[in-house]
């Protein structure tokens, strides 16, 4: 059996009008685990589904009969459903075609609390907002996943957001030079511990009014220089009201 990530082949022969020409040729079937971002539909019957994987970073794919009642991928497809999953790449654009889904996590806590949804969207959106697709992910993907699994164990929390942010601009080369800013001297300490700390560690921060603040917007406005936007929700999953 194929491991995730691995290429499969099958073959299968197409003949010209020419007799003695025969062609060979591949259907590429890849494998892999991914996360839903996003779904939408394509035709009455047919949905688009975003992923998130390691191993081949954001990639779009095309189900199929995915809205009839009695399809296979019933109850599979929805967003941040995590699944192990194949599909036949596509050489002329970036929708394949989705072929079999075996589904392992969906996040079901997450929508008891709409301040836990808020935060996933959001972070979900800023990976895809910061990532290009068709390119390897693999230390983002653990990081969002890893994130979902978390949120419903603690209570919402605005470092939790921050901390999301500073680890993604570490893995996309774009960690703040502290040295730099103009960051109070506890800010600073704060963003280290937020970049490098684990989740039980950042749970147990507890940043003041003013370093909150000042994080917040120090983080907004370096991610609309670094990025040339603002991933939409933010605001919303910090809870302050505004958009």
Request: hydrophobic letters at 40%.
């Amino acid at each position: 059996m194929p491991v995730l990530g691995q290429l499969e082949t099958s073959r299968f022969i197409r003949v010209h009008s020419c007799p003695f020409v025969v062609q060979l040729r591949f259907q590429m079937v890849e494998r892999t685990q991914g996360l839903i971002l996003r779904t939408r539909p394509l035709t009455e019957t047919s949905l688009i589904i975003h992923w998130l994987t390691p191993d081949f970073g954001r990639i779009a794919t095309f189900a199929k009969g995915a809205r009839r009642s009695n399809s296979p991928f019933r109850g599979k497809l929805d967003l941040f459903y995590l699944a192990d999953f194949n599909f036949s790449r596509n050489r002329r654009s970036e929708l394949h075609t989705l072929r079999e889904v075996v589904l392992r996590e969906t996040h079901s806590a997450l929508r008891e609390e709409l301040a836990w949804l808020q935060h996933a969207s959001y972070c979900a959106t800023l990976v895809e907002q910061t990532t290009e697709t068709e390119t390897p992910l693999p230390a983002i993907f653990p990081l969002l996943t890893g994130l979902l699994g978390y949120l419903p164990k603690q209570p919402p929390q605005p470092q939790t957001i921050f901390a999301f942010e500073l680890k993604l601009l570490n893995e996309l080369g774009l960690k703040p030079a502290l040295a730099k800013t103009k960051l109070n001297p506890g800010t600073q300490q704060l963003v280290q511990a937020l970049t490098e700390g684990g989740r039980a560690s950042v749970a147990g921060l507890e940043p003041s009014v003013a370093q909150t603040k000042e994080l917040r917007l120090f983080l907004h406005g370096y991610l609309i220089f670094h990025c040339g936007w603002l991933a939409r929700g933010r605001e919303a999953a910090l809870g302050t009201g505004q958009e």
